[in-house]
């Protein structure tokens, strides 16, 4: 599975922004997906997740602000991001598991968020 996410950029603080990631070389639809964030001198953390039947997960840190959804049809996951803070400054990555059993073992190569405030 090769995974390409894209979207991000610079937003004001309160801004949105939507991420894809956008699959090819498997079909993604029974794998769990998520989009993990690290932020500079930060650990990775997982962000959201969302497993094939739509079940959703979120961070505490984003609950009620990012919503992560997927589109089978185009093999493709997306993270809406909203009401973003200076704190959600981070490269975002998105992950596959194709176990579901929260080992993600295929990644995509990053999009930087920054958002200013």
């Known amino acids: 599975v090769q995974l390409q996410a894209s979207g991000g950029g610079l937003v004001q603080a309160g801004g949105s922004l939507r991420l894809s990631c956008a699959a090819s070389?498997?079909?993604?639809?029974?794998?769990?997906m998520g989009w993990y964030r690290q932020a500079p001198g930060k650990q990775r953390e997982l962000v959201a997740a969302i497993t094939s039947g739509r079940s959703t997960n979120y961070a505490d840190s984003v609950k009620g602000r990012f919503t992560i959804s997927r589109d089978n049809a185009k093999n493709t996951v997306y993270l809406q991001m909203n009401s973003l803070k200076g704190e959600d400054t981070a490269v975002y990555y998105c992950a596959a598991d194709p176990r579901g059993i929260g080992a993600y073992v295929y990644w995509g190569q990053g999009t930087q968020v920054t958002v200013s405030s």
């Open positions: 070389g498997s079909i993604i639809s029974t794998h769990l």
